[in-house]
């Protein structure tokens, strides 16, 4: 069973940084691009960016690049998403799903709160 | 980048009833390179993460029942459900791969009447 597990909800200040994971198995791990997809009240669904394992090739939307960072650890089945100085907009649920035709497989997301 | 507009907004149904979603996109999705239509459509229920549904235009994804088709073609696309069942509600969305950045619809939510 292919299974994508994200890390817990985090609650950090402005200015702070911040790593997220999302652990794949069931599948192989380097074979398949990852993408993170953002969910917030007010913009529904964005997607961030893609990562492919196999060989740390990114794709990263505009509204985002510069802003995070995509990585892969080959050797635990992981990606992260990170930030180095967050803002209060980075808070929302973020999603990371494994992408074959779409977006088939999705992490349970996690809820990450930025509020001074 | 390619604006994803989904109608309607909410559509209330009835159970055993067809629906019918419409999403259309400021630029085609057709490729002509290798004649993919780069349209998917996902599911949202309440509380729980995307899943998808139809990939590639008109692809069913592994495990959705075949009353959801997609169809459609360069700026234009259809989600059916040919008869609606209670656990079909949530919030539907469009998503076009065609380039980046990849975007999605504001959503659709279906409800029971």
């Known amino acids: 069973e292919v299974r994508l597990v994200q890390s817990g909800a985090e609650v950090r200040k402005p200015g702070e940084s911040l790593k997220i994971s999302c652990e794949g198995s069931g599948y192989s791990f380097t074979d398949s691009w990852i993408g993170w997809v953002r969910q917030t009240p007010g913009k529904g669904l964005e997607w961030m960016g893609n990562i492919y394992p196999g060989d740390a090739d990114t794709r990263y939307s505009p509204s985002f690049q510069g802003h995070v960072t995509l990585s892969a650890d080959k050797s635990t089945g992981t990606v992260y998403l990170q930030w180095s100085s967050l803002r209060a907009s980075d808070s929302g649920i973020y999603y990371c799903?494994?992408?074959?035709?779409?977006?088939?497989?999705w992490g349970q997301g996690t809820l990450v709160s930025v509020s001074s | 980048d390619i604006v994803m507009t989904q109608t309607p907004l909410s559509l209330p149904v009835t159970p055993g009833e067809p629906a019918s979603l419409s999403c259309r996109s400021s630029?085609?999705?057709?490729?002509?390179?290798?004649?993919?239509?780069?349209l998917d459509w996902y599911l949202q229920r309440p509380g729980q993460s995307p899943q998808l549904l139809i990939y590639t235009l008109s692809h069913r994804a592994p495990g959705v029942p075949d009353r959801f088709s997609g169809s459609g073609s360069g700026t234009d696309f259809t989600l059916k459900i040919s008869r609606v069942e209670a656990e079909d509600v949530g919030l539907y969305y469009c998503?076009?791969?065609?380039?980046?950045?990849?975007?999605f619809g504001q959503g659709t939510k279906v409800e029971i009447k």
């Open positions: 998503m076009q791969r065609m380039e980046f950045p990849w975007t």
């Open positions: 630029q085609s999705l057709f490729d002509g390179d290798d004649g993919n239509t780069y």
């Open positions: 799903a494994r992408k074959t035709g779409g977006f088939h497989g």
